[in-house]
């Protein structure tokens, strides 16, 4: 059957904004976070903190933690790679980071400058320092379906660094399609291969129109967490082929279909991509906001 309820992961402000060629103004960022928070979310991907020449886009973590206004019952996790990283997030005052894994080897180099196996050498001291500050520490892992450089990416070795990571503490594991190959059976086999759905979450990029239907598939299989992107924004700078992730009014007018609760107000979230559109300078590419934005 499918859960009552599901948690939405909002990533926009943390995987929209990172892929956006022109840098938002702090100031922007900081009003994103707070209508989604009005809005009803409840975990909000704020930030990384990464090195700034390597996403410039989100350069401005620090000073945007200044200017968050923290609503109580809202987490706001942010993204880090390595210990210089996880410093910055604890000098801000973050409660809940996510460490972001690849399964493949090319994109451990592309995107983390590290290999397959020495990705975890950066983890693990990551995420054992931030157990000891009591911080939530979610994980990533990246190209679960496939991959640009290297075709499909064989179900075990994603199972082998997933498991990995919550053998290390990680409260959840997001199985993340960076670029969207996924197919709805494809979802079912990886999940089932974890053996047991109850620590994961789903990342379906859009790339080719599947994310909707994967995540039915993940639905079905048992998992409750689901991310997605206001108005379908996002990326990854580090893998071309990477396009926005499942738009959050999609995910939430199917959700609200089937009758299965999110505590989201989808009028308030298609205001807010519109909002936002407005500032990016382009249409959102949401199917259910274009509809709902029009009448
Ligand atoms: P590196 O060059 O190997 O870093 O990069 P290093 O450890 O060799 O350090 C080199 C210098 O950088 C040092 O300075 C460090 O202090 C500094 P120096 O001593 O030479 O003066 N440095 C930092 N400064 C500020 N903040 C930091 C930091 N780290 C090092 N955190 C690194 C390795 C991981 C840092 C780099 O590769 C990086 O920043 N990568 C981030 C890539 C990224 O953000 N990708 C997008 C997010 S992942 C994603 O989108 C996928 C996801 O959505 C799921 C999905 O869709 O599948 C999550
Ligand atoms: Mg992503």
Not at 8 to 21: A, H, S
């Amino acid at each position: 059957g499918l859960p009552e309820r599901v948690t939405v992961y909002e990533v926009g402000p943390r995987d929209g904004l990172q892929n956006e060629k022109a840098i938002v103004p702090v100031e922007v960022k900081a009003e994103f976070i707070d209508r989604l928070a009005a809005a009803g979310h409840t975990v909000i991907e704020t930030t990384s903190f990464v090195h700034p020449a390597w996403v410039p886009q989100l350069a401005d973590s620090g000073e945007l933690l200044e200017r968050l206004v923290r609503e109580p019952g809202v987490r706001y996790p942010v993204l880090v790679p390595n210990e210089r990283g996880l410093q910055r997030a604890l000098d801000g005052g973050v409660e809940e980071i996510a460490v972001f894994a690849s399964a493949t080897e090319t994109f451990a180099g592309r995107n983390l400058n590290r290999g397959l196996e020495s990705q975890f050498e950066m983890f693990e001291p990551v995420i054992a320092r931030a157990l000891e500050h009591g911080l939530r520490v979610r994980a990533y892992v990246s190209m679960v379906f496939g991959d640009p450089w290297e075709g499909p990416t064989p179900i075990e070795q994603v199972v082998r660094v997933g498991r990995r990571l919550l053998d290390l503490g990680c409260f959840e594991l997001s199985l993340g399609d960076t670029i969207g190959v996924g197919t709805p059976g494809h979802a079912t086999a990886l999940i089932e291969a974890f053996g047991s759905p109850e620590r994961l979450a789903v990342h379906f990029h859009d790339t080719y129109g599947q994310a909707l239907a994967n995540t039915m598939a993940a639905l079905k299989a048992g998992v409750t967490v689901v991310d997605a992107s206001t108005g379908g924004i996002g990326g990854c700078p580090f893998a071309g082929s990477a396009t926005g992730n499942l738009a959050t009014e999609d995910l939430v007018w199917m959700l609200n279909g089937l009758g299965i609760e999110t505590g989201l107000n989808l009028d308030e979230l298609v205001a807010t991509s519109v909002w936002l559109a407005e500032r990016l300078g382009r249409p959102s590419p949401s199917r259910v906001v274009q509809a709902l934005s029009q009448k």
